[in-house]
């Protein structure tokens, strides 16, 4: 009995030692690993922020053939996810969600597994060096107060890492074979003398990506209903100024027209465009990887040694509505120079 006493005191002592130990370790654990892709950063990107390409790279997809997956209406860009089922005991039930993009630079994700609180935040992150990309894939998780959990956070690299691995390693053979692709946005650029021009303007701000177009839309049938108390008449296509490149999104919708309104109302205003070189980039894509063509004039103003006069502007020529594809709607970004 005198025996069997203390192999239990012994036994207490050892997991009293392992809690303590454990709520010393680490709160957080990370991994990742990185390799080299023989194509665009832009292609690479175009693959990883469509949840529909996961399933021929990814090994968690792989585990299980009878696994169950359903998309989200949308499953390119930020708000997309997919959730999963499976039987599995590697693979469980969980969902994954992209949570925020950088066309050419960066896809976030967060990766809910059933039975923990806390989701996991993943992602890649993308540097283009003269046509190849170095692909850097992360997780990191929150390890709670749990000490046995901060216990498991020192094997969380070995027991991830070759996943990663073997995943990057799919992504960069498919990618480089052809068999895996997306189609991606295209775009011209020129530069041009652009004529002055009058506008109406409306001051507004979007909570979220997605409150952009509705904002968008209310300003200009607002600006519509002046101009026809007015009388004026619109002249060229609707246009907007953005001045913040994160949430909350400080815009500017805009409507050209082809005289000064006697009366503005509410929150409406009217200002004059003066005319003057600028540099244009003709974009045919979706809006949500529009900054793919303003780091495009970018570069191209700095290889051509001008200076941007002002803030960009995005002019929609296309409505998207009439055509059967987003990759076929154009809008002009116009960066004015000196």
């Known amino acids: ?26 709160g957080t654990a990370a991994v990742s690993r990185s ?4 194509a665009p950063a832009g292609h690479v990107f175009g693959v990883l922020n469509d949840l529909k390409t996961y399933n021929a790279w990814m090994p968690w997809n792989q585990l299980d053939p009878a696994m169950k997956i359903e998309f989200s209406p949308v499953t ?3 708000g997309a996810y997919y959730t999963w089922k499976s039987d599995h005991p590697k693979v469980g039930n969980g969902k994954l969600s992209i949570i925020a993009t950088e066309p050419g630079k960066l896809v976030n994700t967060s990766i809910e597994f059933g039975g923990f609180d806390r989701a996991a935040t993943a992602g890649w992150e993308l540097v283009e060096n003269n046509g190849t990309t170095e692909v850097t ?7 709670t107060h749990n000490p046995f959990n901060r216990w498991f956070g020192l094997f969380f690299d070995k027991m991830i890492g070759p996943d990663f691995e073997k995943g990057l390693a799919q992504l960069k053979s498919k990618i480089e074979n052809g068999s895996l692709s997306v189609q991606e946005p295209s775009m011209t650029i020129d530069q041009q003398v652009r004529p002055a021009f009058l506008v109406l303007t409306i001051m507004d701000t979007a909570q979220a990506s997605g409150d952009i177009g509705p904002k968008l839309q209310k300003a200009y049938g607002e600006m519509g209903k002046l101009m026809n108390a007015e009388k004026l008449m619109m002249q ?6 953005y001045y913040s490149d994160k949430a909350p999104y400080i815009l500017e919708a805009a409507v050209a027209v082809d005289k000064l309104p006697a009366n503005t109302a509410g929150r409406i205003h009217f200002r004059k465009m003066q005319a ?5 980039a003709h974009y045919f894509g979706p809006y949500e990887s529009v900054s793919i063509a303003y780091n495009r004039i970018a570069d191209w103003i700095k290889s ?10 995005e002019v929609y020529i296309d409505d998207p509505t009439t055509k059967k594809s987003m990759y076929e709607v154009q809008t002009d970004i116009v960066q004015p120079v000196e």
Do not use: E, F, H
């Open 1 to 26: 009995m005198k025996r069997l006493y203390r192999i239990l005191l012994w036994l207490a002592g050892i997991v009293t030692l392992l809690i303590i130990v454990g709520a010393l370790l680490p």
């Open 35 to 38: 390799v080299t892709i023989k």
């Open 76 to 78: 390119k860009g930020r």
């Open 137 to 143: 894939r992360s997780m990191t998780t929150d390890l």
């Open 236 to 241: 060229g296509m609707p246009l907007a100024w």
């Open 276 to 280: 003057g070189n600028a540099v244009v």
């Open 304 to 313: 051509n040694n001008l200076k941007p006069n002002g803030a960009p502007y």
